[in-house]
């Protein structure tokens, strides 16, 4: 993720619990690495934003800062936190101002990243993202074009070039095994699980907006033969003048291929539990306490069901394999893009456009064909 996609979320981005840069102590949970350790830091909360941030933020109400706050995922905070908490600690172990560092210390501390702790050309840049963004508000843009910095990632490009990208599973194969599989429509798990799996299979859209799919009257729609759902707002792509579109799955005679039959078994088997988490996503918990389903759950369902395909795997695996197979179909780009809901053909092309594996069978073209963006 490059720092200018990072710098402008900064503008809007900040939670100011604690206006101040942080002076890491030294911690003897640090593993020899130099990575941060995964406890007793007292660096490692929730306001990761706001540190470097201080004076940019001072006058700033509560109010102000809520809304400031509020542009951050968890999910994002997450991943920041990590390069964030890193950096931290190799400022600690070189005496360096981790709130005010100048380009040839940022391009020191990406230079140790790769050299000494291994990590790719694209967790660097996430790092320089991370650091450029955090560190000082002001001076994001500067240190991201320091002509040091610029040059030691140039330099890290070239030791190792970005290797072809292997090919992915066939689709063919899950859906020739969806169709044979053996799913008692009582079982809470394995109804939850095939549907999950079905929809991403029909669709390729990511893991995370199958969260944002809801039953209530406002998101869903039951036709005869169709289901259109609405997604909540929160996807990866949603924001003020862009919202993911919806979907629209169609019924077909095979039961095993069929969303909307499987949708249908969703609602009624999660209806209980919907009502205790007092939620109306289309997938809530299956244990303990009732509450909308997070996708680290859903990836799991999925995951059980590709495994038990033959298919070794992760959950995300689905996106790019859907894509790419419905490249080999001759879909028009412009259809893969809307299908997806991926904004930029770049991203498509760079990350997930793949050689599909060959397969026995061959009906994912119909499979697909279940699935219809909307707007």
Not at 190 to 204: E, I, N, V
Request: aromatic share 8%.
């Amino acid at each position: 993720m490059g720092s200018r996609v990072l710098a402008r979320r900064s503008e809007d981005s900040s939670d100011s619990s604690s206006l101040h840069c942080p002076q890491p102590e030294p911690q003897s949970g640090r593993s020899s690495d130099g990575s941060p350790p995964t406890s007793g830091s007292r660096n490692d909360t929730g306001d990761m934003e706001s540190w470097g941030w201080s004076g940019s933020l001072i006058g700033w109400n509560e109010a102000q800062l809520k809304l400031l706050r509020s542009a951050w995922r968890p999910s994002t905070r997450k991943v920041y936190k990590v390069a964030w908490n890193r950096w931290l600690y190799w400022c600690q172990k070189h005496d360096v101002d981790p709130c005010r560092p100048t380009g040839s210390t940022v391009a020191r501390f990406l230079a140790d990243l790769h050299l000494v702790h291994k990590l790719s050309y694209n967790t660097v840049l996430l790092h320089k993202s991370v650091v450029a963004t955090l560190s000082n508000v002001e001076n994001a843009g500067l240190l991201s074009s320091h002509i040091l910095v610029k040059n030691v990632l140039k330099s890290i490009a070239l030791r190792k070039p970005v290797a072809p990208k292997p090919p992915i599973w066939n689709i063919d194969s899950l859906s020739s095994f969806l169709q044979h599989r053996k799913v008692s429509k009582e079982n809470v798990f394995a109804t939850c699980s095939h549907t999950a799996t079905l929809l991403l299979l029909c669709s390729g859209r990511r893991v995370h907006d199958l969260t944002l799919l809801a039953v209530d009257p406002d998101h869903f729609t039951d036709s005869n033969d169709s289901i259109v759902l609405w997604p909540i707002f929160g996807s990866k792509t949603d924001n003020a003048t862009y919202r993911q579109s919806g979907w629209k799955l169609f019924s077909t005679d095979t039961k095993n291929l069929d969303p909307v039959y499987w949708i249908r078994q969703t609602v009624s088997i999660l209806d209980s539990r919907r009502k205790l988490a007092k939620c109306n996503n289309l997938f809530v918990n299956i244990r303990g306490q009732s509450k909308a389903a997070s996708r680290t759950v859903i990836a799991g369902w999925v995951k059980s069901v590709l495994t038990e395909a033959g298919i070794l795997s992760s959950a995300g695996s689905l996106r790019s394999a859907v894509a790419s197979k419905n490249w080999d179909n001759n879909y028009p780009l412009d259809e893969i893009l809307a299908r997806g809901n991926w904004r930029s053909s770049n991203t498509f092309s760079r990350f997930y456009k793949r050689e599909v594996m060959p397969a026995s069978v061959s009906n994912s073209n119909s499979i697909t064909r279940l699935f219809n963006p909307v707007k």
